[in-house]
């Protein structure tokens, strides 16, 4: 038996990061009964790329691996609240993939049958029936869009506050502030980990923790390719509901690859842009370029809120990978070691249905669909095919 104040120092599963990915994953091991601790080097939950995320969640992927993971995000977040009492924000608007030119319009409904096998609810809505959906888009030369009514968005920071209350209560350990240095090992088992203030062990070390990823698994040996990648939003004054879903315009345009917003259930209108060229590292400060550019996407898509007020930019980073896949699971020839990085920009709508994931590794319950989904995300891949929808 352990004398008050001492710490201790075995656990079942030891987690690297408490973000997007990580707290998710918390919860459901210490739920299953696990003896969890979860280790970061900030001040509390969801507090790196999570707090910047902007909350939208689809299942509406052209990879089947991120679809199946999301559809069981897509699950967590929508009986959230009903399960758990917890109001995270769940809002249930839909995603809408626009149309402006043939190339896209084409790329689109040639996706829709396949999604539509992986059994999404999706559908390829022309003109009029795009503009009926979401009065206020600029009709000129749109030439319709996909429609998947079941995605939605929430809060980033509820949801991971809600993760780790739910985890601790739970059982789990969290040790904020505190940096893992480097890792134990004996043979070829990862042991363990070892921080600024001391050493643990453990019978599996999850490597959740985002745009660091690839510096600490170097300790290991292991060259992660997940690269962090600075991208950029902003958040309007409150306004009447307009629209309910996401809508995503793939087109490029100078200095942007693609642009996507949506209204938040406050009324808010948030949006974000995918910079072109990359900004490679780990960027946080807010930069003068990213809102004149945003700004005029968003009047070219939605021409009446060109007198709608920014109240706030912001930068994150999306720990991005070749494919634009995660890098989920074991790495052989390396025992008790799993990763769960290269989120690429989308750890908050696909980390529950990575911690379903994982706790089903790590007991042992793998189904068909399981093992398929790290057999596709795998360390091990040739990185070789992009996600189109990434």
């Known amino acids: 038996m352990m004398s008050f104040g001492e710490q201790r120092t075995y656990f079942d599963i030891i987690i690297i990061g408490s973000g997007s990915v990580g ?14 601790l979860v280790i970061d080097r900030l001040p509390s939950a969801g507090q790196y790329s999570n707090k910047h995320a902007i909350g939208g969640i689809r299942a509406t992927h052209s990879d089947l691996a991120k679809i199946n993971l999301s559809k069981r995000s897509l699950e ?15 809002h249930q608007g839909g995603y809408s993939f626009v149309a402006y030119n043939e190339e896209t319009a084409r790329l689109l409904k040639d996706l829709v049958p396949w999604q539509q096998e992986q059994n999404l609810n999706i559908s390829w809505l022309h003109h009029d029936e795009l ?28 949801a991971a506050f809600a993760f780790h209350k739910r985890a601790v209560q739970a059982g789990a350990c969290f040790h904020f ?12 088992r990862v ?39 600075s991208h950029e ?32 259930p406050t009324g808010k209108i948030i949006f974000c842009m995918t910079p072109d060229p990359q900004i490679l590292g780990s960027h946080t400060i807010a930069s003068s370029d990213f809102l004149p550019k945003a700004s005029r996407r968003l009047i070219e898509l939605m021409p009446v809120l ?15 990978t070749p494919d634009g896949s995660p890098i989920i699971g ?61």
């Open 23 to 36: 707290s998710p994953t918390a919860y459901f091991l210490a739920d299953a009964g696990l003896d969890v």
């Open 76 to 90: 967590v977040f929508s009986t959230w609240q009903e399960r758990h009492g917890d109001d995270i924000e769940w």
């Open 131 to 158: 503009i009926k959906l979401i009065p206020h888009l600029n009709p000129s030369d749109l030439l319709g869009g996909t429609y998947s009514p079941g995605d939605g968005s929430a809060s980033p920071l509820r």
């Open 177 to 188: 502030n505190e940096t893992v240095k480097d890792f134990l090992t004996k043979g070829d």
């Open 191 to 229: 042991t363990g980990v070892k921080t600024n203030c001391g050493e643990y062990y453990s019978q599996w070390v999850i490597n959740a923790s985002g745009g660091w990823a690839k510096e600490l698994s170097a300790n290991l040996g292991l060259e992660v390719q997940v690269e962090p990648d």
């Open 233 to 264: 939003a902003a958040i309007t004054e409150p306004i009447k509901r307009m629209f309910h879903p996401m809508v995503v315009d793939m087109r490029a345009r100078p200095g942007s690859e693609n642009f996507y917003f949506y209204q938040h």
């Open 306 to 320: 060109k007198h709608i007020r920014v109240r706030r930019a912001w930068r994150g980073t999306y720990p991005m």
């Open 330 to 390: 074991r790495v052989d020839g390396l025992e008790g070691f799993l990763l769960a990085v290269g989120m690429c920009g989308q750890g908050f709508m696909l980390g529950p249905g990575v911690g379903l994931l994982l706790k089903n590794l790590i007991l042992n319950e793998l189904d068909q669909a399981d093992k398929n989904i790290l057999d596709s995300l795998t360390y091990h891949r040739s990185f070789s095919k992009e996600e189109i929808l990434k």
